[in-house]
């Protein structure tokens, strides 16, 4: 059995994104890992930061982003797509740079790798998530947010990266376009099997300068170099009150332990008191979502009621 790990980036280094530490996270149970290398800025040191892991596995794909072509941010689907073109392994797994695994849970999935290898019946694994917000002791447990998504897949060419690369699909027709990465016709869900293991998502944890450059990008990425909205969005991010969220009391994966350790804009927090009524409402605040996630978490255990769940879950 051969795991083949992969991802894409760009100015990964510019936007405070842990590039390094997620590749590191999975490296030990992958053969390979192949990362699909977007065109970063002169004063990025993405590749560099990179090329300092210094394992023969890695693969680094260079590619070039046109976000007027893939906008709405199908381009990072486009690139998780050119990634996984370049896989040889039975299972891929995929790890977008802003989120980390356990090492205590590699055995798990290595095992479940293992067992489902031949049973073609079983297209990936869904893993369950901690999305942290601001620091690094908060995290939503929130309606708001996705709390699984499919990160292993099979080899298989029909599957795709989906919409902006949150997850996959497999399709009968495919001519890699903008309406390919959005589209539901001539394709269907994958088959998956549950894992007892969590995806730590650092993507919403940045000193709030960055924050804000990094939804600046968000929103060239999604709306294409034109975009009216970058221009709007404050200097400074406002994460809100942070003691509104649940309080993570576990340890993180290993490799994060020194950059966690640079973590130096907690007097820039809120973590009492009331929202900036100033400031637009965040999608986790508005009452809708506050009721449901309140009777999701205290009635049932988290789960969410209804939605759109983008896979099909085969009992374990």
């Given at each position: ?34 990362i ?33 072509k ?6 990072f689907?486009h ?8 896989c ?20 798990t ?32 447990r ?9 990160r ?28 390919d ?18 995806v ?26 034109e975009?009216?909205?970058a ?36 007097d ?33 255990n ?15």
């Open positions: 059995m051969k795991i083949s790990g992969f991802t894409f980036i760009k100015n990964g280094d510019k936007l405070y994104i842990p590039t390094k530490e997620s590749i590191l996270s999975i490296l030990p149970i992958c053969d390979e890992f192949i699909a290398l977007g065109d970063c800025d002169t004063d990025d040191n993405t590749e560099e930061i990179i090329h300092s892991i210094n394992s023969p596995k890695i693969k680094i794909i260079r590619t070039v982003w046109d976000t007027n893939f906008p709405k941010n199908t381009e689907a690139q998780t797509d050119i990634a996984k073109s370049h040889t392994g039975d299972w891929l797994f995929y790890l977008q740079c802003d989120e980390a695994i356990h090492e205590k849970d590699l055995p999935i290595k095992q479940a790798c293992e067992k489902e290898l031949n049973n073609k019946e079983v297209d990936g694994f869904l893993f369950n998530y901690l999305h942290f917000w601001g620091d690094y002791k908060h995290y939503h929130s309606h708001a947010w996705y709390n699984k998504e499919i292993i897949i099979r080899n298989d060419t029909s599957i795709h990266s989906w919409k902006d690369a949150q997850s996959f699909r497999k399709f009968s027709k495919w001519n890699d376009t903008f309406e990465y959005q589209k539901k016709e001539d394709s269907q869900k994958l088959k998956v099997k549950q894992l007892d293991v969590f730590y998502h650092y993507g919403y944890v940045r000193p709030p300068k960055l924050m804000t450059k990094k939804r600046k990008v968000s929103s060239t990425t999604y709306h294409g170099k975009a009216k909205e221009n709007t969005i404050p200097d400074y991010y406002d994460y809100g009150p942070l003691n509104k969220l649940t309080e993570f009391k576990g340890s993180h994966p290993a490799v994060m332990n020194e950059w966690i350790k640079k973590f130096d804009w907690k820039q927090l809120q973590y009492e008191g009331k929202r900036n009524k100033n400031r637009p409402i965040l999608k986790h605040e508005k009452l809708k979502y506050r009721t449901l996630s309140w009777i999701e978490n205290t009635f049932l988290g789960n969410p009621i209804g939605g759109f769940k983008n896979y099909i879950l085969l009992k374990n």
